[in-house]
């Protein structure tokens, strides 16, 4: 991650940033802290990929993970697996 992304955090923040292992994980860390991240931050989180992931079909909630590659999906609220 580019260095400029990491002004303004903590210390805290910094360690938490820096041992998400990928990219889901630092998504969510980005929510669970509360951040709006910009569509220039995610293309950098991305590797210069934004990928927009669909909504649920069941719940249409729009906290889906990637499950085994692209398009095998799974709903974090509702817990379906789709694709």
């Given at each position: 991650m580019r260095q400029e992304f990491l002004k303004g955090?903590?210390?805290?923040q910094i360690a938490k940033v820096?041992?998400?292992s990928c990219?889901?994980?630092l998504?969510?860390?980005?929510k669970?802290?509360?951040?709006?991240l910009t569509e220039e931050q995610l293309e950098a989180?991305?590797?210069?990929?934004?990928?927009r992931l669909p909504d649920c079909p069941k719940c249409k909630s729009s906290d889906v993970d990637f499950l085994v590659g692209?398009?095998?999906y799974h709903c974090n609220s509702c817990d379906l697996y789709f694709d």
């Open positions: 955090l903590t210390e805290d820096k041992a998400c990219t889901s994980d998504l969510q860390l980005a669970d802290e509360g951040f709006e989180i991305n590797g210069g990929f934004l990928i692209p398009g095998m």
